[in-house]
């Protein structure tokens, strides 16, 4: 092998190895790149999109909280009335927050206002809403999370609006704060009574 070949293959494994050192630097530019525009987007990233809205809601057929002197959660307790289904359990934090707006709320005699206690126990269910007031007017109790799955919940908690025809008009994941509560879950309900 000649002098000047050596020469030239050296040159190409030292533009290997820095093209292979550069690579890891290329791909995290082209990564943020692609974050930064989906931030920038305008677009709530908090916002997941249901495939169960304008469909029939799922059937309901859960056993009522013992010792909270209110009814079972089954179809037939919001069949034909403007309804927010709320899944909450005492554990969640986010529950807490959410739960003054849901107290408002329940003091609206056109929504009927009912909840799914997930994976929670009766004693822990019963002072939560001892301690923060109880604005449901059925409890349905979802001890291994199954109705939570076949209503599509991500995470609790989460609200669900259902027309008095049983289509779902409205989605909420996370909790409602008084911006939320007044800007999205109102006018839905506003939407819906109108149209009814």
């Not at 609206?108 to 206690?117: A, C, H, K, L, Q």
Request: aromatic fraction near 8%.
């Amino acid at each position: 092998m000649t002098e000047r070949s050596e020469t030239e293959l050296a040159g190409s494994k030292g533009r290997g190895r820095y093209f292979i050192a550069a690579l890891p630097l290329v791909l995290f530019a082209g990564l943020a790149a692609v974050f930064m525009t989906q931030l920038q987007s305008g677009r709530d990233v908090s916002e997941i999109p249901s495939a169960l809205i304008g469909t029939k809601a799922p059937m309901l057929d859960l056993v009522a909280l013992e010792g909270s002197e209110l009814p079972a959660l089954t179809t037939a307790a919001i069949s034909g009335k403007l309804t927010l289904v709320n899944v909450f359990a005492s554990w969640c934090v986010p529950c807490r927050q959410e739960h003054p707006m849901l107290l408002e709320l329940s003091k609206d005699p056109r929504v009927n206002v009912v909840g799914i206690n997930y994976k929670d126990r009766n004693d822990n269910a019963l002072r939560f809403l001892g301690e923060l007031g109880n604005p449901y007017d059925a409890i349905g109790v979802d001890p291994n999370g199954k109705a939570a799955i076949d209503w599509g919940v991500y995470g609790i908690p989460e609200s669900y609006l259902v027309g008095p025809d049983g289509m779902i008009l409205y989605k909420k994941v996370g909790p409602f704060d008084p911006e939320s509560f007044q800007t999205q879950l109102m006018p839905a309900i506003e939407k819906a009574l109108a149209g009814s």
